[in-house]
Nanobody
Framework: QVQLVESGGGLVQPGGSLRLSCAAS????????MSWYRQTPGKERELVAVISSSGGSTNYADSVKGRFTISRDNVKNTVYLQMNSLKSEDTAVYYC???????????????WGQGTQVTVSS
C-alpha cells in the first residue's frame, strides 16, 4: 500500500535548522511531483515547496524562499526539506504530498503523509 512517512521534525530555536525527510513506498516515486505543505490550527494547509518528478524544477512559497530547499533522491524514494534560518512563524505541522496527473484519463493521484510537527521557539 502507499505510504509516505515524514521524519525530522522537532523543537528548534529561532535561527536554527532542521531537515525533514519523507520516505515513500507503494508507488512509482520517480513519476510523482513531491511537495511539502504546512498547517497551523485554524488555518488552511499551505504549500511550502514543490519539486518535479525528475528533480529538475522547484518552486517555493515567498515566505520560505532563500531559507528552505527541497530535494529528492529517486533511488532512495525520499524527498527532503532543508529548513534554515527558522522563524517562529514556521511553526506548523509539515506534510509530505505526492501527486501525479494522467492527462489521457484526467486522473489525479494524490497521496499524503501523516505530518511531522516543527516548533520554532526559544
Amino acid at each position: 500500500q502507499v505510504q509516505l512517512v515524514e521524519s525530522g521534525g522537532g523543537l528548534v530555536q529561532p535561527g536554527g535548522s532542521l531537515r525533514l525527510s519523507c520516505a515513500a513506498s507503494g508507488f512509482t516515486f520517480s513519476k510523482y511531483a513531491m511537495s511539502w505543505y504546512r498547517q497551523t490550527p485554524g488555518k488552511e494547509r499551505e504549500l511550502v515547496a514543490v519539486i518535479s518528478s525528475s528533480g529538475g524544477s522547484t518552486n517555493y512559497a515567498d515566505s520560505v524562499k532563500g531559507r528552505f530547499t527541497i530535494s529528492r533522491d529517486n533511488v532512495k524514494n525520499t524527498v527532503y526539506l532543508q529548513m534554515n534560518s527558522l522563524k517562529s512563524e514556521d511553526t506548523a505541522v509539515y506534510y509530505c504530498n505526492a501527486r501525479a496527473i494522467v492527462v489521457l484519463t484526467s486522473t489525479t493521484y494524490d497521496y499524503w503523509g501523516q505530518g511531522t510537527q516543527v516548533t520554532v521557539s526559544s
